[in-house]
């Protein structure tokens, strides 16, 4: 069977048809719109998935936000320019016509991660450093969605009782420190409105701010980890997300987290589906591989 593939992020939207060997083609990607409305997201899905849906038999959707009975919640609606909620599974039905399973991006990641490690692990997290930064937990094999879908999301955890408002409303969270959007919004002076992408570009160059504020992410995200490892005892810690794969990101994390005392340690790795693993993840869950 092909599955419809695709992933909601707070940046783009990327949609691919996948078979039963988890082989992706015809990958596609556009821009996420920034709306309040519903409207604008409903078009850009129309778009991504007219060349695609008529060879699909169902659709899986891996989305941003708190995924419960197949409607996007916004945890952090300012990574989607204000929206706060948008009927998922509704509007994807409504479109293609095929049965359709919506879960969040990071469990989606997480899933897809943990089949990777072909069993070396029972106990693994994801975590995404992105637009936001978003988190999957694999306990004993199995994956924790939570009562409300609200499980894993670790960017929501607190990084500095002083820092910056998170749009979720609390204060300092490690989103609001480490995400793609935490590291454009604290940029300065000849830096100030640069994306994330070519602040580290800049530091690439030299650049001193732009090191200090991907240092100042790397740090933040070491300091999740070892809460993460101290909740879950995880054996292993993937990272994904385009600020997570960024060329030295993850090196520098580790050198974080190696300040750490002995028992926050954990074998960290980027994600094996790169960019690819919301998109598989929730793929496999549509396989009924759960
Ligand atoms: P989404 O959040 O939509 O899933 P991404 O994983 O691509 O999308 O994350 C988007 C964030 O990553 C943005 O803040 C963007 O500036 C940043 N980004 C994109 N490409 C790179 C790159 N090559 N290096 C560092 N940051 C990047
Ligand atoms: C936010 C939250 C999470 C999401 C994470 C990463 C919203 C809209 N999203 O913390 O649900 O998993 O961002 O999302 O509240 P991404 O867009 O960076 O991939
Ligand atoms: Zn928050």
């Given amino acids: 069977m092909t599955t419809l593939a695709i992933d909601i992020g707070g940046t783009k ?40 849906a008529s060879r699909a038999q169902r659709v899986a959707i891996a989305s941003t936000g708190i995924i419960r009975d197949g409607v996007l919640l916004a945890i952090n609606p300012d990574n989607l320019g204000g929206l ?17 399973l919506a879960v969040n991006d990071a469990q989606a990641a997480a899933w897809a991660e943990y089949h990777a490690l072909r069993g070396d692990y029972r106990d693994m997290v994801f975590i995404t ?55 454009a919004a604290a940029a300065e002076g000849e830096l100030a409105g640069c994306d994330a992408k070519a602040i580290f570009i800049r530091a690439g160059q030299g650049d001193e701010q732009a090191a200090r504020l991907i240092h100042r992410s790397a740090g933040a995200l070491a300091r999740l980890i070892a809460d993460t490892k101290a909740t879950t005892d995880c054996q292993c810690v993937v990272i994904g997300g385009s600020v997570g794969l960024a060329e030295g990101y993850l090196a520098l994390v580790e050198t974080y987290l190696a300040q750490e005392p002995q028992v926050y340690q954990v074998r960290l790795q980027p994600a094996h589906y790169r960019h690819d693993a919301g998109l598989l993840g929730a793929a ?5 591989d759960k």
């Fill in 13 to 52: 939207l990327a949609a691919t048809l996948v078979d039963d060997d988890l082989i992706a083609h015809d990958r596609r990607e556009l821009a996420t719109p920034a709306s309040r409305t519903p409207d604008a997201l409903r078009t850009a899905l129309q778009t991504l998935v007219a060349p695609l």
């Fill in 129 to 183: 450093v992105s637009t936001g930064v978003g988190g999957g937990v694999v306990n004993d094999g199995k994956l924790v969605r939570g009562s409300g879908g609200l499980a894993g999301h670790l960017g929501h955890t607190l990084a500095d009782p002083n820092g910056p408002f998170c749009g979720c409303g609390r204060r300092g969270c490690v989103e609001v420190i480490a995400s793609g959007r935490g590291i």
């Fill in 284 to 288: 496999l869950l549509a396989q009924g």
């Fill in 84 to 100: 706060l909620h948008f009927p998922l599974v509704d509007t994807l039905q409504a479109i293609t016509g095929l049965p359709t």
